[in-house]
């Protein structure tokens, strides 16, 4: 069924979501999917439209609900990570509040209205305009090991270089699905993958297939899966580094490579091509994401290092 989704908050009434429901054959898990809180990351939108044509009512058992873009006042504007109504960027505002804006509603509307009752929330990201991402999933770490351990296991669905468990002080404040969700009991995931505002093909089925899994592992479809490719490494944390200082940053990194604590991961050139200053890792890790476009201020992210958990 496609239809447009509307919420009930007056705020939020000048929207319509696009939104197609898939009700299986037989009963079993709900599953509610979505992309485009960030605007410009098509290879995750581009997936939660063509997964819409790969549930089949016939081979699924419960149901399945899709909205390929959430952020409809950023269409058309291309806005990079913010709601341009608030300037807030949705990511990091669940699970949002009754009294905000509209940013802060459509979080509370995501959680409480449209996915109310579903046994996950997946919700598909990676590589705004200028950015390039590695392949990972987030799921929220509480400390209660029965939830963590089926978090993970909705994140490990991902063929994914870094599954990045949240620490459970992230859910002191507002913060990604995961965190906002986590905060009620409740289990939400997000994978990253793409770049630069690009469909890319095999980003595209990075997150298809990541989504598919966990219909599987749910027990909602029964096909077989694509085999799983990369490490999954275990990661706890992840530190965001900031540029040292405003100029044109360059990188001798990139996502996905293994960096060690003090390496030199870049550093800050004038419009001279004078060097200003070094960029070091704060940590031994996996580079989750970098800024591709060289011109930074000081103090605007420049990358993201994920730290392993120890080995067992
Ligand atoms: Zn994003």
């Known amino acids: 069924m496609k239809d447009l989704m509307r919420f009930s908050h007056p705020k939020l009434a000048d929207f319509a979501w696009p939104h197609c429901e898939i009700r299986g054959a037989r009963p079993g898990p709900r599953l509610c999917i ?6 410009n990351e098509v290879s995750a939108i581009e997936a939660a439209v063509r997964l819409q044509k790969l549930f089949r009512p016939q081979a699924l058992a419960g149901s399945v609900s899709i909205i390929p873009l959430l952020n409809q006042p950023a269409r058309f504007h291309y806005s990079e990570y913010v709601c341009p109504l608030d300037g807030k960027n949705i990511n990091f505002t669940f699970p949002g509040r009754p009294d905000g804006t509209f940013s802060d509603l459509l979080c509370q509307a995501v959680m409480n209205e449209w996915t109310a009752g579903a ?18 999933s987030i799921y929220q770490r509480t400390g209660d090991e029965a939830f963590d351990a089926h978090a993970r296991a909705l994140a490990r669905c991902f063929d994914a270089q870094v599954i990045l468990g949240l620490p459970p002080a992230s859910m002191l404040h ?8 986590a905060r009620d009991g409740r289990y939400a995931v997000m994978s990253e993958a793409g770049s630069h505002g ?12 990541g989504v598919l899994n966990i219909a599987r592992y749910l027990g909602m479809i029964d096909e077989p899966s694509e ?3 990369n490490t999954r490494n275990a ?28 390496q030199l991961l870049g550093g800050v050139r004038d419009l001279f091509g004078e060097p200003v200053a070094e960029l070091r890792s704060p940590a031994d890790g996996i580079v989750l994401w970098r800024m591709t476009h060289p011109t930074l201020r000081k103090g605007m992210w420049a990358l993201a290092i994920a730290t392993e958990e120890p080995a067992v």
Do not use: Q
């Not at 979505?34 to 605007?39: F, I, K, R, T």
């Open 34 to 39: 979505s992309a485009g809180v960030h605007v």
């Open 119 to 136: 046994d996950c929330y997946v919700d598909l990201h990676g590589g705004d305009l200028r950015e390039n991402v590695c392949r990972y």
């Open 174 to 181: 507002p913060g990604r699905p995961p965190t906002g969700f």
């Open 198 to 209: 690009l469909v890319e093909e095999s980003c595209v089925e990075f997150h298809v297939n």
């Open 227 to 229: 085999p799983f490719r």
């Open 235 to 262: 990661c706890n944390d992840n530190i965001w580094v900031e540029a040292p200082a405003d100029g044109e940053f360059f990188a001798n990194i990139e996502p996905g490579d293994r960096v060690a604590r003090n």
